[in-house]
């Protein structure tokens, strides 16, 4: 049974920091794993996704630069480094597994966690 499990988020000033994990089981890891976002009354979007086979690693022009995404295949977790968090990074956080012809596209992901919210407030 392939399941992903988010954890990781909460309640953080702007300009902090948090760090999402991703834990997969239940299947191999392959293919691309991918953070993705969905705020109130928006559209899921793309944050970042790793590729297994080699890491390379794609981000959301909003995130570059402040959110790093990085894979321990041992542990078959994958993680999501923010920093310099912004009210406007307030969503909840799902990862996914897909093998998509657009990376950052939520409709070419399969397989989804359920979620973990991110609040930046003061």
């Known amino acids: 049974q392939v399941q992903l499990v988010e954890s990781g988020g909460g309640l953080v000033q702007p300009g902090g920091s948090l760090r999402l994990s991703c834990a997969a089981s239940g299947f191999t890891l392959d293919y691309y794993i991918g953070w993705f976002r969905q705020a109130p009354g928006k559209e899921r979007e793309g944050v970042s996704c790793?590729?297994?086979?080699?890491?390379?690693?794609y981000y959301a022009d909003s995130v570059k630069g402040r959110f790093t995404i990085s894979l321990d295949k041992s542990k078959k977790t994958v993680y999501l480094q923010m920093h310099s968090l912004k009210a406007e990074d307030t969503a909840v956080y799902y990862c996914a597994t897909g093998n998509p012809f657009h990376y950052l596209d939520p409709r070419e992901y399969g397989y989804w966690g359920q979620g973990t919210q991110v609040t930046v407030s003061s």
């Open positions: 790793i590729r297994v086979s080699d890491g390379r690693t």
